[in-house]
T-cell receptor, first 111, second 119 residues
């Protein structure tokens, strides 16, 4: 079963523009993570935000978490062609031993 | 430092056959997890192993099995392959088994995956 649902499913923007992806989840969480996947390859961990945090930054990435709405957003500023990838939000299972992923947002950045 | 490695990169099998996929974790990591990613979907958890013992199992049939060796590498076996087993199989390693819990600053590091095609 999937915990997170990303929105939109697909996003096409021009280089230099900002990209915003949203994730909604169903049950209470301790943390939420965002991963990137290039062309069906391995996943790269981008950022982890804990339930007591509202916002976190890492380079051009900004993640917010609203536990009252059970949602998170990932903002990529000044996007580049190299940001073209699929982005997934993931939350821990109850045992904290595995991640539950959403279906992902496919981002396409054209130059 | 080497990341998580997986072999083979690609594999083609026919229905009914058996397959073994291999994973070597990051040096020092004792926990290995396996995920299946069907095209267009997010990864789904199959197994977690820590110190050679199964610590977690996802909703997959008994045709799927795994094991972890003393050097913390792992194998995923799938018997009686079905067309629906065609997917990218991802291995992830972490230092602790509860890497995704709130108390841990650890995280899971994924390998490049093995693309399995069942004909």
């Amino acid at each position: 079963s999937q915990q997170g649902e990303e929105d939109p499913q697909a996003l096409s923007i021009q280089e230099g523009e900002n990209a915003t992806m949203n994730c909604s989840y169903k049950t209470s969480i301790n943390n939420l993570q965002w991963y990137r996947q290039n062309s069906g390859r391995g996943l790269v961990h981008l950022i982890l935000i804990r339930s007591n945090e509202r916002e976190k930054h890492s380079g051009r990435l900004r993640v917010t978490l609203d536990t009252s709405k059970k949602s998170s957003s990932l903002l990529i500023t000044a996007s580049r062609a190299a940001d073209t990838a699929s982005y997934f939000c993931a939350t821990p299972n109850q045992a904290g031993t595995a991640l539950i992923f959403g279906k992902g947002t496919t981002l396409s950045v054209s130059s | 430092d080497a990341g998580v490695t997986q072999s083979p990169t690609h594999l083609i099998k026919t229905r009914g056959q058996q397959v073994t996929l291999r994973c070597s974790p990051i040096s020092g990591h004792k926990s290995v997890s396996w995920y299946q990613q069907v095209l267009g979907q997010g990864p789904q958890f199959i197994f977690q192993y820590y110190e050679k013992e199964e610590r977690g199992r996802g909703n997959f049939p008994d045709r799927f099995s795994a094991r972890q060796f003393p050097n913390y590498s792992s194998e995923l076996n799938v018997n009686a392959l079905l067309l629906g087993d065609s997917a990218l199989y991802l291995c992830a390693s972490s230092f602790r088994p509860d890497s995704t819990s709130a108390t841990s600053t650890d995280t899971q590091y994924f390998g490049p995956g093995t693309r399995l095609t069942v004909l």
